[in-house]
T-cell receptor, first 114, second 116 residues
Framework: SAVISQKPSRDICQRGTSLTIQCQVDSQVTMMFWYRQQPGQSLTLIATANQGSEATYESGFVIDKFPISRPNLTFSTLTVSNMSPEDSSIYLC???????????FGEGSWLTVV | AQSVTQLDSHVSVSEGTPVLLRCNYSSSYSPSLFWYVQHPNKGLQLLLKYTSAATLVKGINGFEAEFKKSETSFHLTKPSAHMSDAAEYFCVVSVKGSSNTGKLIFGQGTTLQVKP
C-alpha cells in the first residue's frame, strides 16, 4: 500500500493569487496523478505527473493554469494559478503501484477562493 | 474509450435492509473496475476492485460487487445497511496505459442515504 500526505489540507485564497499543493508518498511509485473535485461533482483528472519531464494534461486543463512538478518518485506539486472562485474545489493527489493494480488517494486539499 | 455510468444519483434505504448501487461500464478491452467511497468531508477510500480474477469481488465493510461482462455491469451490494454507510459512492474504471496502473475515470457518484 501507499500512504499519501497532501499539504495544505485546507486553505482560503484570494482571487488572483496562486497556491501550490504538495503531495508526498511514503514509497516510490510509478504513476502520480492530480484530480479535481468541484463542489457536488465527481472527480476529473487534471494531469499525469511525469517524473523528470513535463506533465501530461487532460483536455480542458493547461500547464499555464495548473503547472505540475515531479522531481522524484515520491513527490509532486500542483499549482493553481491566478485563482478565481471557479477554482474552489478539492484537489486530490493519487498514486499507482505496479503491484496490486490499485490507485491510492490522498486526503485532498480543500481550496476556497474568495 | 472507457466510461462508467452510475444509474442512480441518489439511493435511500432503511437501516438493516439491502443496498444496491448500480454501475454500467463501457470498455474496448477487459477493464479494471473499482468502487470508492467518500464520506462527508473525508478523502476517498477504496472499497473493492476487480482486475480480471474472480467475478464476485468482496470488499471492506461487507460490500461486494459482481462483474458481469454480458451485462457490462459492476453493481455494488451489501446485505444489510448500517448508518455509517451513508456516503458518496463512485464506480470507477481504469484506463490502461503503458503500465498496469492507469488513469481513472469516475462515474458521477451515487449518494447513499440510510434511514433509521
Amino acid at each position: 500500500s501507499a500512504v499519501i500526505s497532501q499539504k495544505p489540507s485546507r486553505d482560503i485564497c484570494q482571487r488572483g493569487t496562486s497556491l501550490t499543493i504538495q503531495c508526498q508518498v511514503d514509497s516510490q511509485v510509478t504513476m502520480m496523478f492530480w484530480y479535481r473535485q468541484q463542489p457536488g461533482q465527481s472527480l476529473t483528472l487534471i494531469a499525469t505527473a511525469n517524473q523528470g519531464s513535463e506533465a501530461t494534461y487532460e483536455s480542458g486543463f493547461v500547464i499555464d493554469k495548473f503547472p505540475i512538478s515531479r522531481p522524484n518518485l515520491t513527490f509532486s506539486t500542483l499549482t493553481v494559478s491566478n485563482m478565481s472562485p471557479e477554482d474552489s474545489s478539492i484537489y486530490l493527489c493519487s498514486v499507482g503501484l505496479l503491484s496490486g493494480n490499485t490507485i491510492y488517494f490522498g486526503e485532498g486539499s480543500w481550496l476556497t477562493v474568495v | 474509450a472507457q466510461s462508467v455510468t452510475q444509474l442512480d444519483s441518489h439511493v435511500s434505504v432503511s437501516e438493516g435492509t439491502p443496498v444496491l448501487l448500480r454501475c454500467n461500464y463501457s470498455s474496448s478491452y477487459s477493464p479494471s473496475l473499482f468502487w470508492y467511497v467518500q464520506h462527508p468531508n473525508k478523502g476517498l477510500q477504496l472499497l473493492l476492485k476487480y482486475t480480471s480474477a474472480a467475478t464476485l469481488v468482496k470488499g471492506i465493510n461487507g460490500f461486494e460487487a459482481e462483474f458481469k461482462k454480458s451485462e457490462t455491469s459492476f453493481h455494488l451490494t451489501k446485505p444489510s445497511a448500517h448508518m455509517s454507510d451513508a456516503a458518496e459512492y463512485f464506480c470507477v474504471v481504469s484506463v490502461k496505459g503503458s503500465s498496469n496502473t492507469g488513469k481513472l475515470i469516475f462515474g458521477q457518484g451515487t449518494t447513499l442515504q440510510v434511514k433509521p
